[in-house]
């Protein structure tokens, strides 16, 4: 990477040959330098998550778990999310909110990103252009942001990328961006609570990351939802908005109940979920308990019905005795939602890992 004074005279003689105004190539330098920061696996997790012992260790966990359960069930996504971090630029641009961080999740992940500050959120365009290689866009949740972030946003869709927006950011951008498709209802979430999710339409998700998402939910009595507090429900205006998950105990209390849903724009795809892809606290548990018995370790019990491996289910272990609180059901749902933010960014990246077909699930009959 050249430093700043190098990149400087670069693009400054660049621009003199083709003819370019100085101040445009200076305005290039300053996004260049000053607005993108560019993360990639072999920097290993930010100070403020490392920070977050018990956060930190439930992605970790998280990561590990679902990687097993790839392995088993959908070859085509554990090559494909190994296939990623070892790309040297990134394919992902987040855009920092005041309430979600998507990229401690990536990170978790392994994924290469760029990331925009809300403060240069109105610069997205040119980030874009910065960031070549962007097939994803990820947007936290934030109440306000420039119109012309969302048009920016709205144009990267169009023309075949991948966008995913986080609870607030549903009125600043998907509202401007997307008139018509799903829209605030008014109300707010009260306090840090969890939903049921009693349904769970993952036939509108590519194959493989469907028999990820099943398996999981399979060792759940009834998977949930971490809503934090003030997150905004939303009207669906469009049957061609898709709900992936859908809680009827959040519409009871709040008026509607879709929690994440995804629709195609252009030559791409949108995806919303309420409250944030990255949970803010430790969740406390989630789901009824195994009822093996005591002196069983629902741990264990857990890890090996999901088929995990034995370094995973050793790491959860030692997790249960040394993180304070720490609670597999929590840890569990880590896996799902973490899943539910993956899976389309991977098939935005690797569209070929989505096929229905696994070739590594196949049996040829002879």
Known sequence: MFSFPTQLIIILIESSIEGVDCFWALRKVYIMTSIVSTWLPSMGASQSLAGQASMQTGYGLATSLLGDVMVAEAPSQKRALQSIAQHDKPEVLVVDGDHDHIHHVLEAA??????????????????????????????????????????????????????????????PIIEVAFPGTISHNGRRTAGNVFVTVDRMDLDHLPGPQSRVLTKLGEQMEQPRWWLESASWPFHRHSDDVQILLHSSELKTQYGRGSVVVRWPHGKGWVYHMISHAYLQR???????????GEGVSQTQVWTTSLGASAATSQAYAQAEQVVPDFSVEAASNTAVSMMMLLAPVITALRPESASEVDQDNVVTQK
């Open 110 to 171: 392994s994924v290469p990103h760029a990331r925009i500050a809300k403060a240069h959120a109105g610069h997205l365009r040119d980030a874009l252009s910065m960031v070549p290689e962007a097939k994803a866009l990820l947007i936290n949740c934030a109440e306000k942001f420039p119109k012309r972030t969302a048009l920016a946003a709205r144009d990267f869709v169009q023309a075949g990328g991948l966008l995913l927006t986080t609870d607030w950011a549903l009125k």
């Open 282 to 292: 430790l969740a406390p548990p989630t789901f009824q308990a195994l009822g093996m």
